[in-house]
């Protein structure tokens, strides 16, 4: 079975650009999805096809991959944006999550 | 609107069983596969099974496979998942989700004697 891995913490302040990682072997040829999930909510798809924006996320997210490496990107982070993210990807009826990324903005 | 509202968790004594209902609406149902994913206290999310718009494919994680049944009502705009055998590590938060575009709030259950 594949495995995505994704550092446990990010911390940035407002303003400022924060870069989420996400690796694995199956993102060589599968496409990554990003979600975010704050607390007590539901998770939210922030990103799909590595790069493609869901209507009504925000500009500054963003996403890119490399090789077997997908990053989502938030420009100009803002409170709001403190979250849990979570990568996803699936391939070979394999799907697989991240292990999630905690965010925090201050 | 799209709507996923998921109902039928609850407290279960182990080696229990659970239906898992999610009735959704503001959308084509039959047009789209189903997923369930679950998130246990504190943990990340798990993708536990998805089932096709026909219902003519379904999959599982190996963690429920054997015991969880996915299966869906084209007419009543529903998705279930019936769970049997259930452990304490089964305990989480179950979320029913479009193609994992759309997401329920989720329903609680908890395993435990």
């Known amino acids: 079975s594949y495995e995505l891995t994704q550092p446990s913490s990010v911390s940035v302040s407002p303003g400022q650009t924060a870069r989420i990682t996400c690796s694995g072997d199956?993102?060589?040829?599968?496409?990554a999805r990003w979600f975010q999930q704050k607390p007590g909510q539901a998770p939210v798809l922030v990103i799909y096809?590595?790069?493609e924006r869901p209507s009504g996320i925000p500009e500054r997210f963003s996403g890119s991959s490399s090789g077997t490496t997908v990053t989502l990107t938030i420009s100009g982070a803002q409170v709001e944006d403190e979250a849990d993210y979570y990568c996803?990807?699936?391939?070979?009826?394999?799907?697989?999550f991240g292990g999630g990324t905690k965010l925090t903005v201050l | 609107e799209v709507q996923l509202v998921e109902s039928g968790g609850g407290p279960v004594k182990p080696g229990g069983s659970l239906r898992l209902s999610c009735a959704v609406s503001?959308?084509?149902?039959?047009?789209?596969?189903m997923n369930w994913v679950r998130q246990a206290p504190g943990k990340g999310l798990e993708w536990v099974s998805s089932?096709?718009?026909?219902?003519?494919?379904?999959d599982y994680a190996d963690s429920v496979k054997g015991r969880f049944t996915i299966s869906r009502d084209n007419a009543k705009n529903s998705l279930y998942l019936q769970m049997n055998s259930l452990r304490a590590e089964d305990t989480a938060v179950y979320y029913c989700?479009?193609?994992?575009?759309?997401w329920g709030k989720g329903t609680t259950v908890t395993v435990s004697s």
């Open positions: 996803y990807s699936a391939a070979d009826n394999n799907q697989v």
């Open positions: 989700a479009r193609e994992l575009d759309v």
């Open positions: 199956i993102l060589a040829k599968k496409y």
């Open positions: 089932i096709s718009s026909s219902s003519d494919y379904t």
């Open positions: 096809k590595d790069s």
């Open positions: 503001g959308f084509t149902f039959d047009f789209y596969s």
